[in-house]
Nanobody, 119 residues
């Protein structure tokens, strides 16, 4: 079964850190990209970061560049999003998604995990 399962969300104070995980199953990890997206209340879903399985190349949005780091564990078929120096404006539901390659249309979404950053 093809599946994406996020975990690691929670409540953190501004300036703190969280690490999100996206556990994948049913994928050939080298053939896909995994992206992280987020959606805040009343706002459109936006891309945050992405990693290409074939070569490990990464992409970041301007708003998180330098604060968030995406990585992957091929053995565990899991992608991580390390989020540091969190700000209240990072509060959102975070989703991981599979794509053919970064910036391509999303093929499948995970269920999402809530991240709340208090000021």
């Amino acid at each position: 079964e093809v599946q994406l399962v996020e975990s690691g969300g929670g409540l953190v104070q501004a300036g703190g850190s969280l690490r999100l995980s996206c556990a994948t199953s049913g994928f050939s990890f080298d053939d896909i990209a995994i992206g992280w997206f987020r959606q805040a209340p009343g706002k459109e879903r936006e891309g945050v970061s992405c990693i290409n399985g074939v070569d490990g190349s990464t992409h970041y949005s301007h708003s998180v560049n330098g604060r968030f780091t995406i990585s992957s564990d091929y053995a565990k078929k899991t992608v991580y999003l390390q989020m540091n120096s969190l700000k209240p404006e990072d509060t959102a539901v975070y989703y991981c998604a599979s794509e053919r390659e970064c910036l391509a249309p999303v093929d499948m979404w995970g269920q999402g995990t809530q991240v709340t950053v208090s000021s």
